[in-house]
């Protein structure tokens, strides 16, 4: 060294060395605490309990596909920006965990809030672009950073395979997936489409706590929904004019939509105009309950010359 000339290359390590480009490649070189094709697959299914047929749905999909399936069941209090809201979220741990053997899932991860937030805690993942506007307008920009960093927590524990999330939460699952995509987590995002009641209500943990007439007003926001998604696939193209036809669906059940918008469903921003795959959703309160949901919709292709 310092001699200006290059040191002497052992030509035994010359030979060894591998130049890797890629992190799949990299990762798949480094064997050792990677998994091998002999490997069980593990798949993760993170809730908040209260187990509904949406979560079901999402359990029995893990349960098919993947050797482990490990539900993670815990109200993550940092997602919340209202601590009425925390305190009512229905809990009901014991008929989870019969729901959850029912249907054979191999774990059940239960972490009391300590576990999760350690005294000290101090790292937050913050996803920007796609968590603007809809949710974070009306749940504070604390809400998806609650979700983003105890999914990052759950991800790097259980070091799932395949993690699955329900279309329901549309921006939440548009959220992970961007996380994952940025921060290269070795995990698939498996977005599972959206159970609902006979009536088109989306199964949602927080219906339970609907009163009867609130129930009975609550399946407005699928026929507004619907009624966009209709006009669009009829060809309509100004997002505006087809969200009116849902807005009439809202005020006809006497409901105000906090929002009610069609957007691009990777990065959840507002369509001018819609001439592709796009996502219409909807924001709503009945009473102290509020509730959200959302259809894909694939209008076919603006064909040249065709108005
Ligand atoms: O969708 C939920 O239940 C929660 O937001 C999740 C993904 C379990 C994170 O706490």
Same mark, same amino acid.
């Given at each position: 060294?310092?001699?200006?000339?290059?040191?002497?290359?052992?030509?035994?390590?010359?030979?060894?060395?591998? %130049?890797?480009?890629?992190? +799949?490649?990299?990762?798949?070189? @480094?064997?050792?605490? *990677? !998994?091998?094709?002999?490997?069980?697959? &593990?798949?993760? %299914?993170?809730?908040?309990? +209260?187990?509904?047929?949406?979560? @079901?749905?999402?359990? *029995? !999909?893990?349960?098919?596909?993947?050797? &482990?399936?490990? %539900?993670?069941?815990?109200?993550?209090?940092?997602?919340?920006?209202?601590?009425?809201?925390?305190?009512a979220y229905p809990r009901d741990e014991a008929r989870d965990r019969a729901l959850a053997a029912a249907l054979g899932i191999d774990y059940l991860f239960v972490p009391a809030p300590e576990a999760i937030y350690p005294p000290g805690f101090a790292t937050t993942v913050v996803v920007d672009g796609v968590t603007a506007g809809l949710e974070t307008a009306h749940r504070g920009p604390e809400h998806f950073r609650g979700v983003a960093t105890v999914v990052a927590k759950l991800l790097n524990i259980v070091a799932p395979d395949v993690v699955y999330f329900g279309q329901k939460d549309a921006q939440q699952a548009a959220t992970v997936k961007r996380m994952v995509r940025d921060l290269d987590m070795p995990v698939r995002v498996d977005v599972c489409p959206t159970v609902r009641g006979a009536d088109g209500l989306a199964l949602s943990s927080r219906n339970v706590l609907l009163g009867a007439e609130e129930r009975e007003r609550a399946p407005a926001l699928h026929r507004a929904l619907r009624a966009v998604a209709d006009r669009l696939l009829a060809g309509e193209r100004d997002p505006e004019r087809a969200v009116a036809a849902g807005q009439a669906e809202l005020w006809a059940a006497g409901l105000v939509a906090e929002y009610l918008l069609v957007v691009d469903p990777a990065t959840m921003v507002p369509l001018q105009r819609v001439d592709g795959e796009a996502l219409v959703v909807v924001a709503a309160r009945l009473g102290a309950v509020r509730l959200i949901d959302n259809l894909p919709v694939m209008p076919a292709p603006v064909v040249a010359g065709v108005h």
């Amino acid at each position: 060294m310092g001699t200006g000339t290059a040191p002497d290359i052992p030509s035994a390590h010359a030979v060894t060395l591998k %130049v890797v480009r890629t992190i +799949a490649e990299l990762r798949a070189e @480094l064997g050792p605490g *990677r !998994r091998r094709s002999s490997e069980p697959s &593990v798949g993760l %299914v993170p809730t908040m309990g +209260a187990f509904h047929e949406g979560h @079901l749905s999402l359990m *029995r !999909r893990a349960r098919a596909a993947c050797d &482990v399936v490990v %539900v993670s069941l815990f109200v993550n209090p940092s997602q919340f920006n209202d601590a009425s809201d925390l305190a009512a979220y229905p809990r009901d741990e014991a008929r989870d965990r019969a729901l959850a053997a029912a249907l054979g899932i191999d774990y059940l991860f239960v972490p009391a809030p300590e576990a999760i937030y350690p005294p000290g805690f101090a790292t937050t993942v913050v996803v920007d672009g796609v968590t603007a506007g809809l949710e974070t307008a009306h749940r504070g920009p604390e809400h998806f950073r609650g979700v983003a960093t105890v999914v990052a927590k759950l991800l790097n524990i259980v070091a799932p395979d395949v993690v699955y999330f329900g279309q329901k939460d549309a921006q939440q699952a548009a959220t992970v997936k961007r996380m994952v995509r940025d921060l290269d987590m070795p995990v698939r995002v498996d977005v599972c489409p959206t159970v609902r009641g006979a009536d088109g209500l989306a199964l949602s943990s927080r219906n339970v706590l609907l009163g009867a007439e609130e129930r009975e007003r609550a399946p407005a926001l699928h026929r507004a929904l619907r009624a966009v998604a209709d006009r669009l696939l009829a060809g309509e193209r100004d997002p505006e004019r087809a969200v009116a036809a849902g807005q009439a669906e809202l005020w006809a059940a006497g409901l105000v939509a906090e929002y009610l918008l069609v957007v691009d469903p990777a990065t959840m921003v507002p369509l001018q105009r819609v001439d592709g795959e796009a996502l219409v959703v909807v924001a709503a309160r009945l009473g102290a309950v509020r509730l959200i949901d959302n259809l894909p919709v694939m209008p076919a292709p603006v064909v040249a010359g065709v108005h």
